[in-house]
């Protein structure tokens, strides 16, 4: 204990010394840090067998979802989709900046919840031009739905996009536009390199948008990104490419609309989520994707969100047990009490339809509190 005290004795007048360069570091490069973030507890209850990310074992409940042909409810608890940020700026001849941002998600409700990065990136900007380096959302589908299902997100239901690494570019346009293309990382791999690695060409996303008299804003985007699973045995190769269009249009308070539609080809395989991916060399999976939803501030103390999405697989050659279609609806209640703190209910109905099978379907029932800083 002795040896510890002398210790932190010795260190004062090294941390002192620290400080104060800080301190006069900060005041020729004024250096911002601004935390963000929400802490949220959820109860989530499904009437049927639910299942996610496509696959039957996962019954996470809060996950992107499909309904299963069990009968079986389930209840579960989880604060895994809370979420911390940090905001960096430095002020300079050049703008620079970055971004870190983790949540807990882990897919089942563990209570041992482990850290997981969700955007990490820098920045560097000048006059019209920006270039941000690391993770962050894709380009493709950049709008988030209103759903309380946070790590949901109306993915599987028509909502594609995700977050991956790549770089960035962003330049501003007159009358409000942006260009946005990003060299990305095609997609992700439990372990070691893919057949989006073994291509050798990364990902290529690109967007239009602009915003009109501050209220609304459409978009246009595209993404192709090419696979080559056996180079060593025959060199075969096939691709992922789409393209859609995004909407936000807050007209007034009691109404505000936003949502997208988008068409591609083996955009599972690019980890862009839909039912019709895990194509192949001649066997390519084509989607429509489509969702929408309505927001309406009825009060400062209730806000009522109502929304609706499809994926639909127009696949031709669709095998017994294919998903052809999943189908989301639901309505979202949150009441905003005081401070950044809200409760929020929600209910929805998730269909799932597979070739020559009964369609499935389950009632999800939520009820999650939730603090924003």
Not at 252 to 281: H, M, P, R
Request: charged share 20%.
């Amino acid at each position: 204990m002795k040896k510890l005290l002398i210790i932190l004795l010795a260190s004062l007048p090294v941390i002192a010394f620290s400080q104060e360069d800080t301190i006069q570091t900060e005041k020729k490069h004024k250096v911002e840090i601004k935390p963000y973030g929400f802490i949220k507890g959820d109860m989530t209850y499904a009437s049927h067998e639910v299942y996610s990310w496509g696959i039957p074992f996962n019954n996470y409940l809060s996950a992107p979802q499909f309904a299963g042909n069990s009968d079986d409810p389930a209840l579960g608890f989880t604060a895994q989709h809370t979420r911390f940020g940090l905001k960096i700026n430095k002020e300079g001849e050049y703008k620079i900046g970055g971004k870190i941002e983790l949540d807990f998600y882990g897919g089942a409700f563990d209570a041992n919840g482990k850290p997981r990065i969700r955007q990490a990136y820098v920045s560097i900007a000048k006059n019209d031009l920006e270039i941000r380096v690391g993770q962050q959302w894709d380009i493709f589908s950049p709008v988030n739905a209103s759903t309380n299902n946070t790590n949901g997100n109306m993915w599987y239901a028509g909502n594609r996009g995700f977050r991956r690494a790549q770089i960035q570019f962003r330049y501003k346009l007159p009358m409000n536009s942006l260009v946005q293309l990003a060299i990305c990382e095609p997609a992700k791999e439990v372990a070691g390199l893919g057949a989006d690695n073994l291509s050798a060409m990364p990902m290529i996303q690109g967007r239009l948008s602009t915003k009109l008299a501050d209220k609304y804003a459409i978009g246009a985007y595209f993404a192709y990104a090419k696979f080559n699973p056996t180079p060593a045995i025959d060199n075969t190769d096939f691709s992922a490419n789409g393209f859609g269009a995004d909407f936000n249009l807050n007209f007034d308070k009691l109404c505000a609309l936003k949502g997208e539609v988008n068409y591609g080809t083996n955009l599972n395989n690019a980890n862009l989520f839909n039912i019709a991916g895990s194509g192949a060399n001649n066997d390519d999976r084509d989607c429509l994707g489509v969702w929408f939803n309505s927001t309406s501030k009825i009060s400062e103390h209730f806000i009522f969100v109502v929304g609706a999405g499809m994926d639909k697989n127009q696949t031709d050659n669709l095998v017994a047990g294919d998903i052809e279609q999943n189908t989301v609806i639901y309505g979202n209640f949150i009441f905003p009490i005081e401070n950044g703190f809200s409760v929020a209910t929600e209910i929805q109905n998730i269909s799932t339809k597979r070739n020559g099978a009964d369609d499935n379907a389950a009632l999800i029932f939520n009820l999650a509190a939730k603090l924003t800083f």
